[in-house]
């Protein structure tokens, strides 16, 4: 129950360790985690007017920032350069007061008012530590975010905390949904049990092979989205349960995935798919080919089936239908340009990706909304939003091409369309020749597969191609939280918010603050709760 005293806290944080096995080094992280859930309720009910925003102003580009400082902290120019001008003006928006500053005396003064009824702070877990005891006294709602690496210059913060948390409001009735509990039991409608009693009994060797398919590994993220749309959008409430028939639905989103992934594997040639054979080298491509065929009229036929309004049906049908129409373009142009192979711009492959993967993600989205009756004057606001979001998932994928495990199809080593070969291209300089036989596959004398994909990555890293493609993964991640600013219904606003934290879930923390260290060794050492000043680098 809040207020929790610091101690208290610490107390609960050490049984959170040793329960689930955390590395100790998150002790102090664990705590505040548990206080912002504490206050998480409180929070949501105070108008946005009554509450505060604070930010440090290490989060500016130190060297570069034209903000003078008055007593009351920065005084930012909105010169675009940093996160600062972003995050206050949408708190502004909201109605949020703003302080880039730093003190704890400052924030109590604050509090004194009687103006300010919550706080939302970002800062380094040192400052959050001397704060606490303010915060404490007051009794007053507050959501830490502790930054997430060392230096008391040019830093960072997860994002897409601060933006959840900046947007938190009790109108929204999903903000205390459990997003793992709904996977895990979307999860569980693939078991062959469950796929029985979704899909009817089995018809032959070619559904029983499908339904295999199904049940594969993959991180359902489709059938999950067409879930969170209509537990947002349905009458009566989130916390009542998801109606049976609202599985074929989902399943449906799922055969259509499975589908299309059977199709590209046999297109793109690829051997693996989940770490194990694709469907066409188990079994051959024709029968493959049968399969995903035969998953597209499963697909069809569950949503033909369903018990959604029947004016909403056909609505679902259509919406189905031209979001596999435009993945097969995005698939078509790419298939067609591996037959002249020749350079891209990144322009030219993120219009790939904008069909290919963003109409997985709508179809999804408005596959749920229209299954709870929703109006369509959620429509636009889902088609930008899926398209932000599948762009960044598939630049999100590129990334992780870098470092292939050999367990899926990597877009680099197979030379196909991907942003990281097209910026490494535009980059290129004394290896800009190379880029270009490389986007035209004219490799026979460059050396073995090896040889040429360690360059290729090489030339990635020295063009700093993966850094600007981080940041355009970034940028895609904000825009498609920013599509959701109009967005009147505040549960699927919310909820579509913390989405895009929960699909891409790639926080890290990546040491602490080198000030603060330097401080505490002078003093005598560092506090048994902190560790060693070395990088964290791994998932809290």
């Known amino acids: 129950v809040p207020p929790m005293p ?3 806290l610490k107390v609960h944080a050490d049984k959170l360790i040793e329960t689930h096995g955390i590395d100790p080094a998150y002790r102090d992280y664990c705590a505040i985690t548990i206080n912002n859930t504490a206050w ?6 105070v108008p946005f007017e009554r509450r505060l925003l604070l930010m440090p102003k290490c989060l500016r580009v130190e060297k570069q920032c034209p903000a003078p400082f008055d007593e009351f902290g920065l005084l930012c120019k909105k010169c675009g ?3 600062i001008q972003d995050l206050q003006d949408e708190a502004e928006r909201l109605g949020y007061a703003v302080l880039v500053a730093e003190g704890s005396a400052l924030v109590m003064s604050i ?8 706080i939302v702070g970002v800062s380094c877990l040192s400052v959050l530590e001397k704060a606490f005891p303010f915060m404490e006294a007051a009794a007053i709602p507050g959501i830490a975010i502790p930054l997430l690496q060392d230096d008391c210059i040019d830093t960072t913060v997860d994002m897409d905390t601060v933006w959840e948390n900046l947007h938190l409001t009790s109108d929204d009735k999903t903000h205390r949904l459990n997003l793992d509990a709904i996977r895990e039991e ?8 469950n796929l029985a009693d979704i899909l009817g009994p089995e018809r032959g060797e070619t559904d029983a092979i499908a339904r295999r398919w199904l049940a594969k590994g993959g991180k359902r993220w489709r059938p999950f989205l067409t879930v969170c749309a209509f537990k947002a959008l349905r009458e009566g409430g989130v916390d009542a349960a998801v109606p049976a028939d609202l599985r074929k639905v989902a399943v449906a989103v799922e055969c259509f995935h499975k589908a299309s992934l059977i199709h590209d594997d046999i297109e793109d040639g690829d051997a693996t798919r989940y770490g194990t054979d694709t469907l066409h080298t188990s079994h051959g491509v024709p029968v493959a080919l049968n399969v995903g065929d035969y998953l597209l009229g499963e697909g069809y036929r569950l949503i033909a089936e369903c018990a959604a309004d029947p004016l909403n049906k056909v609505e679902m ?26 350079p891209l711009s990144p322009l030219e492959v993120l219009d790939i990706f904008r069909q290919k993967t963003a109409p997985a993600f709508e179809v999804a989205l408005r596959l749920g909304s ?12 889902i088609t930008e939003y899926s398209e932000k979001l599948g762009i960044a998932y598939q630049i999100h994928d590129d990334l992780e091409d870098l470092n292939a495990d050999g367990h899926a199809p990597d877009d680099v080593a197979a030379l196909r369309p991907s ?37 290729i990555r090489q030339i990635i890293t020295d063009s700093r191609a993966d850094e600007r493609c981080q940041n355009l993964y970034e940028g895609y991640k904000e825009e498609a939280v920013r599509s959701l600013a109009y967005l009147e219904n505040p549960s699927l606003k919310g909820l579509l918010r913390r989405v895009v934290a929960k699909i891409f879930n790639d926080l890290q923390v990546k040491g602490w603050c080198s000030e603060f260290e330097k401080r505490a060794l002078a003093a005598g050492g560092l506090p048994d709760s902190v560790p060693a000043p070395e990088p964290v680098g791994s998932e809290p």
Request: contains cysteine.
């Open 6 to 8: 610091l101690e208290e």
């Open 40 to 45: 998480r309720e409180q929070l949501a009910t």
């Open 81 to 83: 350069l940093c996160s």
């Open 111 to 118: 509090i004194q008012t009687g103006k300010i009824e919550a």
């Open 186 to 193: 979307v999860d569980g409608w693939f078991s062959p049990e």
């Open 317 to 342: 049908l259509r919406v189905a239908a031209l979001g596999h129409r435009t993945l097969s373009l995005g698939q078509g142009a790419e298939l067609c340009w591996a037959r002249n192979p020749k």
């Open 370 to 381: 229209l299954y709870a009756g929703a109006d369509e004057d959620v429509r636009d606001t």
């Open 419 to 455: 942003l990281l070969l097209a910026v490494a291209h535009e980059r290129a300089k004394d290896d800009r020749a190379f880029m270009d036989r490389v986007w035209r596959r004219d490799l026979t004398d460059a050396g073995t597969p090896l040889e040429v994909s360690a360059r």
